[in-house]
């Protein structure tokens, strides 16, 4: 539903010039400063009653705002630089609570190197919002997209799946900007995202975007300990890393993976078949 | 109050490598893809029942969307390339409506010559959200700060003040691009900003930006018929330009100025005394 919607609105919107990638990827890719690179722009926005609960600290409020643009960069292979930051707060959110958000927004910044160069703040009737710009850069061989699957391609995903928004992990997550980076240098990745819906909504994206099909088995999805296989596919908000890769790659891949703490599974594999791939439960819809 | 509380959340925010201009102008500014090229970034939002009405037409709210950040690019003396498009909708907003303020935001699009290249949606408990990031291009030469006036430059602003809500100019207001462009062309402009908030509010951050004070005539400024001289100074949204030159440019400017539909108004100077301006009531406070 929200894909369709979105585009059905975006369809015949102007795209401009310079623009390598438009709608519908992780980030958008346009030229950038240096030669032989390319710029990287994102933006996002997480609300009140839907990305995070009244009552949740604000210093993991603007630590999940900045971290989820950051997941999006490092999707796309890239080294975020600037953020520029927009809020819009009802009256009766404190000075104290608005401070802790940027307190959140600091810690990632500073973790993640980015500068924070700019924004906007409104008030507004009801709704938190809290809205992130980050642009990144990347090497033009070393930028990756999700459209670039190929069937026969094996995919794997990162860390565990499901459970995210009981356990907090949604506001704590460590967006893979390492990890991200050492495959897009090492690895020939030919499609990449973070999973920020749920494997159930975000593979088929990658499926359709590369024009392939899937097969994988649910029953062996690295699960977070006490989800059901359901919630691996569905719970959404896991900021893990979907990627595929040539079959012949898989054996390197394996033995030269240098983050023993953070687990690789290989999920399945993509297929020339877009209308015979695995059912899955759809994974969380902003607009369901 | 919004100023001082924006300065305390943002004091201690990194501010990154290639940072050219960070918080507190009109836009940031980074590097650019060409030599001698700056980047600007902008970001902004608007929000319904702050910033539009609930029923307020569909297409002047994309088309107000867009156009309020190519206001501020335009004060830089900067072209706008690419736009990312944020929304956080109610689910009680029609896909009708939707489809409406996004038909707004191509017009804008279509108009300055902008592509749209990327953006996110969500569901909003309550509010509608919208949510525009610009980019823009400016030659190193022609960028313009609010911080750049010097004692005893002249203060113009472009167009009348006051009654933008009133006649609903706040939505359908034409940025004016073209008309900082030629500013920035061909006259050595010391400071420039868009005038968003209301004169009231915007001439002390010019003058605080570069540590002036400022002299002006309210009694002079250009109305809008029917409006006060207070309405001039506080209604804010006119989205006029306000900028200061050297006084010995201004028999230049007044003669060269080529847009006779547009009236241009010398409303005072800047002083050497920051604590000695004209009072004036304060312009719109989103935070009030």
Known sequence: MEDALIDKLTRSLPEGYHTIVGIGDDCAVTQSPKKGELLLLKTDCIVEGIH???????KWVGWKALCRAISDVAACG?????????????????????????????????QFDIGIIGGESSRS????????????????????????????DSLFVTGRL?????????LKFTPRLMEARWLATHIPIHAMMDLSDGLGSDLPRMAK????????????LPRTPGCSVEQAIS???????????????????????????????KIGYMTAHPKRSTPLARGYDHFK
């Open 52 to 58: 995070f609960e009244k009552n949740a600290p604000g």
């Open 78 to 110: 890239g080294i975020p630089t600037h953020a520029l930051i927009t809020f819009a707060a009802p009256s009766d959110v404190s000075q104290r609570r608005l401070q802790s958000v940027y307190l959140g927004i600091e810690r990632a910044a500073r």
């Open 125 to 152: 009737p009801s709704s938190f919002f809290l809205s992130v710009t980050l642009t990144g850069s990347v090497l033009r061989r070393h930028l990756i997209l999700r459209s670039g699957a190929h069937p026969g």
């Open 162 to 170: 499901g459970g995210s928004l009981r356990r907090q992990h949604h």
């Open 209 to 220: 975007a590369s024009r392939t099909g899937f097969e994988i088995q649910p029953t062996l």
């Open 235 to 265: 719970d959404g908000e896991d900021y893990e890393l979907l990627f595929a890769i040539p079959p012949k790659k898989e054996a390197f891949l394996i033995q030269q993976w240098p983050f023993p703490r953070l687990k690789l599974t």
